[in-house]
């Protein structure tokens, strides 16, 4: 791989440099634990300066653009990123310890962005509305102006699709703060969005802490809608901070998300989704199906197989790609670690991956875990691990299943197995997720489908048409003409 770790810095109206302070954070390999170089870590001058350059994008070129050419462009950066589709997987699999099979996917996420909201920025219309007689009434549909998109390390690729494309694709100019632990395809998209021919300001990306650039960017007045997505008290944090200022922010938070498996459910069809909605990158997933609910008659096939599967798991270096990768950091690994060794004093294990022999040791590896006979209000039922771990619930009927579903804080996604459509109507409207998947779990990442959740998993919508409309605000035009 050739990227040149000293060679980004800040990016801040079109222009490259190092941060206002010098400071700078360590670049880490997460599957051997070594540093590849440093990160400038931006300033609050820096922040103040990348509001700023995108204020002017916002009321110069890149608002003034008409909506095609804005797509346009977009849709070109996505040819762009498909073209540096090597790369850019091979980036990603170093910086997030992602499989690469798994990093691939997430450049062709991020296109798929592209060109989904490309094509979208001209057909975002508003509305005329009968009134009274002399009147004539609509709406206009309206960037916010500068929007600002703080992400975390999981899928920094797929989450820059989804929020700041569709925050661009609306003609708002946009600031980034990627997270510490991963910045480097962030960055790389900058230069790729440059390339592509992006008004200077319309992107800009700062580097650096959540306690600075983060909480600066969150608490700037001069920014007129915050995206977060991340842990819940962090985004309680940026909801506070979006408060004092009044601007609105959409909140994609933790989960813990179910997948019920009912006695007659095609089990041979379910079965590889089961496990890997939880391994999938480590388990390192807001949407990962961490809970298995299972009804009676099929538990012991359901968990049999499941484990028979979890036995087979490897986690390895991001280049073996294997079936799982490292975590992010030896500080996940320690929290990872910390509920494994609790449901191992406390709950049944059922099946158990190996860390693979060609593993580095100063990797942050753990075993994959599958836990059985787990009661929904068992700590490793109820909290997010981030890890990849699952439990398995049992359960009698549908009133039981929906019960334990519902019973934790989270709401963000949920899965429901079952032949019987009359269920799985009456269960889509009864669990507490923003996102129902019948017979399959993710939908295989489907831009088109609007996501969020609900309660603390967040609020507002990402995704899909419905974020065009997260992304700009109505005015209502009431002309008296007589
Ligand atoms: P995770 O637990 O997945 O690392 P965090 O919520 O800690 O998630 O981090 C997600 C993003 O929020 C990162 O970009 C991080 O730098 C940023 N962040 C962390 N703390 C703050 C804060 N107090 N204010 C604003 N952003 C923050
Ligand atoms: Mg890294």
Redesign the pocket.
Known sequence: MTYDFARDGVFIAGRWRPSGSGDTLPIEDPSSGETLGELAAASAADVDEAVAAARAASEGDWGAMPAFERGRILSRIGQAVLAEMDALAALEATDVGKPLSQARNDVVALARYLEFYGGAADKLHGETIPFQAGYTVYTLREPHGVTGH?????YPMQIIGRSVVAALATGNAAVL?????ASLTALSFARIAAEAGLPAGALNVVPG???VA??I??AHPGVDHIS????T???Q??QA?AARNAVPVTLELGGKSPQLVFDDADLDKALPFLVNAGIQNAGQTCSAGSRILVQRGVYDQVVERMAARYGDLRAGPAMADLEVGPLISAKQRVMVESYLELGRRELTVAGEGKIAAEAPAGGHYVAPTLFADVRGDHALAQEEIFGPAQVVIPFDDDAQAVAIANGTPYGLVAGIWTADGGRQMRLAKRLRAGQVFINNYGAAGGVELPFGGVGRSGHGREKGFEALYAFTTLKTVAAHHG
Not at 150 to 154: A, E, F
Not at 228 to 231: D, M, V
């Open positions: 703080i992400i975390p390390w999981n703060k990627p997270a510490e632990q802490t959540g306690a983060g909480a960017l969150a977060f997505t991340g842990s008290a962090v985004g944090a940026i901070a």
